[in-house]
């Protein structure tokens, strides 16, 4: 950079010197009533040079100065040998002894002032044409012309010089800057043809200029003043909209950076955050050279010479000639010319330091006006970081949670949307977990809310280390938690890693003297297998956790058939409520066959579905379906009345046989249960022994005092009552005690393993010991091979039921089949 500066300045040099040679020095003087001494005019030229204003523009920076006066006089009153003289060695004088240039800004001053004189000599000659010349507006002219081609080639060299050294000129700003330079050419060249005028009528007017210069050069230096108040303000508003513009605080101090080095016109801006808390570093952020994006570094605190500086809380300039020692340690620590330091403060309490750094351009130094300046800026940046701190605060308030810091159903929302909108196919599943947690309720209650936020809080901490840092984890509310992996393999990896978080959380939580045991059900559901939108996903998760709480693992997959939601369950949700309206349910009959003799003694009803569609419905699908959704007790009254109706028709074919009925929870809580089934009765023609109603030992405790109370009515009436699933469910002996019931069913999972297992050997075994004892018959359901047969036989069973005996059929098969079984035939099975 510097060979390309001093290359232009040779360039410069070189055309001056062509231009003298070839017609600079031809040029004679003229004739005029005095002539003024080189001496003179290089005075005049030294104080014009310290009465430049510097006109500014961001980061760069054009001199306009009184030069064009002492000019008009050499042209009018001096050789061009002595004008060249006088303005350089005038202007060395001061550019050496006063600003202290480099020798490349020296060189460059100097080249292109002897260009802009060597113009100036040429324009003014051709226009005067001859050494003889009048006072008058042909000479007026003459020196006006020249005035305003040096300040041209001035400004051009000026902005030539500045293009080589930043690679930008801004052209709005040149042509503002060329118009105050032509400007100001003008009237000094009318200023320096009233000097002539003076000098040439009477050379003693020459004390009356002096005055006049005196006040010229202080209104001037007024002016330039003035002009930079206004513009500093201009800056300042510039920068407080930049600022506040800003988004996070990460941008807001690049700008701040980015506008005080333009402001102050310096080459360094410098800003160092100081630590919030113990064990943190200092943070800076630098901005130097031609880069345009700070640079980070860590240092454990702030340099001695730097907290020193700024312990008083108030801004520090420290100019190049300065002579405070604290000012000149810090410059030397950070190797600088000259600064402006500046302590940010919130509430009396530092958060961090503002500085600027190496002036740039033609002003030799920081001022005490661009410390004012500097003061203002780094109120604006105290007050921005604290706003821009309270609205990251906020934005983070409205995207956690509170009490445990994770992200919160809202950042979950958007995370999941986010990773959704890029996922590609080749990607990765992305799983989505839901995990709620069991007993929570349980704790939180019985030993307070306090130990239940200490419980979440272990939970959240838990779940974070259980996980790789890209997997987000998330509180949704209350015990509820949420995962998103982004790299899952597929539904089988997330289950593994659900199960895994599910062991980890069941470990027991110390608190005081006690250990609380937790568990959790997640539900999983992965994208794009499961949905590709971040509702349909989460409502998936939410249907797998809800089915899990019925499985031993706990954790739980998404599937169709677990989903009420789902396209075909919601079909199927239309189709049987018409199916139920219409007649196009069927009840099938399953024989119950008394062991000790064979004799068919009743059958169960079990309703089907025949869809027209779909086919058969199994019965684990849509029974569910339809307690769920309201449909539970037509479909009981649909079965109760079919099995009745054919009920009173075998007993009319001579076979005496008992129906039972499934009774669900729902149907059990109905307050008109009683006299629906004694209507039912009474319109079959049925007598009430022949109809049995099976129950769940689950559907008699979900409200144990109302179910005994109907179940009372029930019995009165002289139905038969039985406790269907019997091992599966509460078991409640003393409840079994005091349920008005003849019979109890042995859950067919106990059956079906007896042969294989001898805990569910023992398990039926003590039923039915149990049920001898109390008096009531017992029914083994599952009775498929003729080993589980003998066994049960052995063991003292009453009544068997399965497919060794016979599936469940239509009525009319049924009916064909009583009519050739024989009490030998069930009696031998």
Same mark, same amino acid.
């Given at each position: 950079?510097?060979?390309?500066?001093?290359?232009?300045?040779?360039?410069? $040099?070189?055309?001056?010197?062509?231009?003298?040679?070839?017609?600079?020095?031809?040029?004679?003087?003229?004739?005029?009533?005095?002539?003024?001494?080189?001496?003179?005019?290089?005075?005049?030229?030294?104080?014009?040079?310290?009465?430049?204003?510097?006109?500014?523009?961001?980061?760069?920076?054009?001199?306009?100065?009184?030069?064009?006066?002492?000019?008009?006089?050499?042209?009018?009153?001096?050789?061009?040998?002595?004008?060249?003289?006088?303005?350089?060695?005038?202007?060395?004088?001061?550019?050496?002894?006063? #600003?202290?240039? $480099?020798?490349?800004?020296?060189?460059?001053?100097?080249?292109?002032?002897?260009?802009?004189?060597?113009?100036?000599?040429?324009?003014?000659?051709?226009?005067?044409?001859?050494?003889?010349?009048?006072?008058?507006?042909?000479?007026?002219?003459? $020196?006006?012309?020249?005035?305003?081609?040096? $300040?041209?080639?001035?400004?051009?060299?000026?902005?030539?010089?500045?293009?080589?050294?930043?690679? #930008?000129?801004?052209?709005?700003?040149?042509?503002?800057v060329l118009g105050v330079a032509l400007v100001g050419a003008v009237f000094n060249a009318c200023v320096g043809l009233d000097a002539v005028t003076v000098l040439w009528v009477d050379v003693r007017g020459g004390l009356l200029l002096i005055v006049i210069g005196t006040i010229l050069c202080l209104a001037y230096r007024e002016y330039a003043a003035l002009r930079q108040r206004h513009a500093g303000l201009e800056l300042l508003y510039q920068f407080t909209e930049a600022v506040q513009g800003s988004g996070d605080p990460e941008h807001i101090v690049s700008d701040v950076l980015t506008q005080a080095r333009e402001m102050l016109r310096a080459e360094i801006a410098e800003l160092?955050?100081?630590?919030?808390?113990?064990?943190?570093?200092?943070?800076?952020?630098?901005?130097?050279?031609?880069?345009?994006?700070?640079?980070?570094? #860590?240092?454990?605190?702030?340099?001695?010479?730097?907290?020193?500086?700024?312990?008083?809380? #108030?801004?520090?300039?420290?100019p190049k000639a300065g002579r405070d020692a604290l000012v000149r340690a810090h410059l030397t620590q950070r190797g600088q010319r000259d600064c402006i330091v500046a302590p940010l403060l919130s509430d009396g309490t530092m958060i961090g330091v503002l500085s600027v750094a190496n002036r740039l351009g033609d002003v030799s130094t920081f001022d005490q006006q661009d410390g004012r300046l500097f003061e203002t800026i780094a109120a604006h940046t105290s007050v921005t970081l604290q706003n821009a701190t309270l609205v990251d605060r906020l934005r983070h308030d409205a995207l956690h949670d509170n009490l445990t810091g994770l992200p919160n159903r809202v950042f979950f929302q958007q995370r999941l949307a986010d990773l959704l909108a890029r996922q590609r196919p080749s990607d990765s599943q992305i799983a989505v977990m839901l995990i709620d947690l069991d007993r929570f309720k349980e704790i939180n209650d019985t030993l307070g809310h306090a130990t239940g936020d200490l419980l979440l809080q272990e939970v959240a901490e838990r779940l974070r280390r259980g996980v790789a840092p890209e997997v987000t984890v998330a509180r949704l509310g209350g015990d509820e938690f949420a995962l998103l992996d982004p790299s899952r393999s597929g539904p089988q990896d997330a289950i593994t890693m659900a199960a895994n978080l599910r062991a980890t959380l069941q470990r027991p939580f110390a608190y005081q003297d006690l250990q609380l045991e937790v568990s959790a059900t997640i539900g999983v559901a992965t994208a794009p297998l499961h949905g590709r939108d971040p509702s349909t996903l989460l409502r998936r998760a939410d249907v797998a956790m809800y089915a899990a709480k019925n499985t031993a693992a706990g954790v739980a997959v998404y599937g169709e058939d677990l989903d009420d939601h789902s396209p075909r369950k919601l079909a199927l949700v239309s189709d049987l409520r018409s199916a139920i309206e219409h007649d196009g349910l069927e009840v099938h009959y399953q024989p119950k066959v008394e062991m000790a003799t064979g004799r068919v003694i009743g059958v169960e009803a079990l309703v089907r579905w025949p869809h027209p569609g779909a086919g058969m419905v199994p019965p684990d699908e849509f029974v569910p379906l339809a307690e769920r959704i309201g449909l539970i007790g037509p479909m009981t009254d649909f079965v109760l009345r079919t099995a009745l109706a054919q009920s009173r028709r075998w007993e009319q074919a001579g076979h005496q046989l008992s129906v039972a009925v499934n009774l669900s929870a729902r149907s059990l809580l109905d307050p008109n249960l009683v006299d629906d089934i004694a209507r039912a009765l009474n319109r079959a023609n049925v007598d009430a022994s022949n109809l049995l109603l099976e129950i769940t030992e689950t559907s008699v405790m979900s409200d144990a005092e109302y179910a005994l109370g109907v179940l009372d009515r029930l019995a009165n009436m002289g139905l038969t009552l039985a406790i269907d699933d019997f091992g599966t469910g509460y078991s409640s002996l003393s409840y079994l005690k005091r349920l008005p019931v003849d019979e109890i069913k042995i859950d067919k999972s106990f059956i079906l393993n007896m042969q294989h297992d001898d805990n569910d050997a023992v398990i039926v075994r003590s039923i039915i010991d149990l049920a001898r004892n109390l008096r009531l018959r017992v029914v083994a359901e599952g009775v498929e091979t003729p080993e589980i047969w003998n066994g049960l036989r052995a063991m003292g069973c009453d009544i068997a039921q399965g497919y060794l005996i016979s599936r469940a059929l239509p009525a009319a098969s049924l009916t064909s089949w009583l009519e050739t079984v024989t009490t030998t035939s069930t009696a031998g099975v």
């Open positions: 950079m510097s060979a390309r500066v001093l290359a232009l300045s040779g360039l410069l $040099a070189g055309s001056a010197g062509a231009l003298y040679l070839l017609s600079v020095r031809h040029f004679a003087s003229l004739h005029t009533p005095i002539s003024l001494p080189w001496l003179v005019l290089a005075a005049g030229y030294a104080v014009s040079e310290l009465s430049v204003v510097h006109v500014e523009f961001r980061r760069d920076a054009h001199s306009v100065s009184l030069n064009e006066i002492p000019l008009v006089l050499a042209l009018v009153f001096a050789t061009p040998s002595h004008l060249l003289l006088a303005h350089l060695i005038g202007a060395s004088a001061v550019l050496v002894l006063h #600003r202290r240039q $480099a020798y490349l800004k020296l060189a460059f001053n100097l080249a292109h002032f002897a260009l802009e004189d060597c113009v100036a000599i040429i324009v003014f000659h051709t226009l005067v044409r001859g050494d003889v010349a009048a006072l008058g507006p042909a000479l007026w002219i003459a $020196a006006m012309a020249a005035c305003v081609a040096a $300040a041209s080639v001035s400004v051009v060299a000026v902005s030539v010089v500045i293009w080589v050294h930043q690679n #930008r000129v801004n052209v709005g700003q040149l042509r503002a160092a955050l100081l630590p919030s808390a113990d064990g943190d570093q200092v943070h800076w952020l630098t901005l130097a050279g031609d880069a345009n994006v700070p640079v980070h570094s #860590r240092e454990p605190t702030l340099h001695p010479s730097l907290a020193n500086l700024v312990a008083p809380g #108030r801004p520090i300039v420290g």
